[in-house]
């Protein structure tokens, strides 16, 4: 499976949060899976930290580099995407999200179970 983790679940992740479901553990962690971190995610992350909505460990660069993870850079066919998903969403990180799995053929792993209204490319981890 190729996987796009939504922000919550890569800060939980990283942080080894009990509020990251055991199926998204095992998910992640599946060899045969090749998980993806967005562009969008780390935009997302920097942009509350820095207004104070977030705090991150002091180690929070370096836990990430450490993950075998795949980076999903932001490509012009993704916004394109973006403005053709119906407003079952109005949070523009996860709207672009939703847009990147579906372009890139990625299933997003999150626990917001709002995003499920998206269909297929959406998978809710509990």
Do not use: C
């Not at 479901?21 to 935009?43: G, M, Y």
């Not at 450490?66 to 990180?93: G, I, K, T």
């Not at 709207?95 to 499920?116: F, G, P, S, W, Y």
């Amino acid at each position: 499976m190729r996987i796009l983790l939504d922000t919550h679940l890569l800060l939980w992740w990283l942080e080894g949060s009990p509020s990251l479901s055991a199926q998204a553990r095992e998910l992640i962690r599946d060899p045969d899976n090749t998980v993806f971190v967005s562009a969008v995610s780390l935009w997302e992350i920097w942009l509350k930290q820095s207004l104070g909505k977030l705090r991150l460990p002091v180690d929070f660069t370096g836990r990430l580099a450490a993950e075998s993870f795949e980076s999903l850079p932001l490509l012009a066919s993704h916004p394109r995407q973006v403005s053709l998903l119906p407003w079952r969403h109005r949070d523009p990180f996860d709207r672009m999200l939703i847009a990147q799995a579906q372009v890139e053929k990625l299933v997003l792993l999150t626990a917001d179970e709002a995003l499920t209204a998206y269909g297929a490319a959406v998978h809710l981890a509990r």
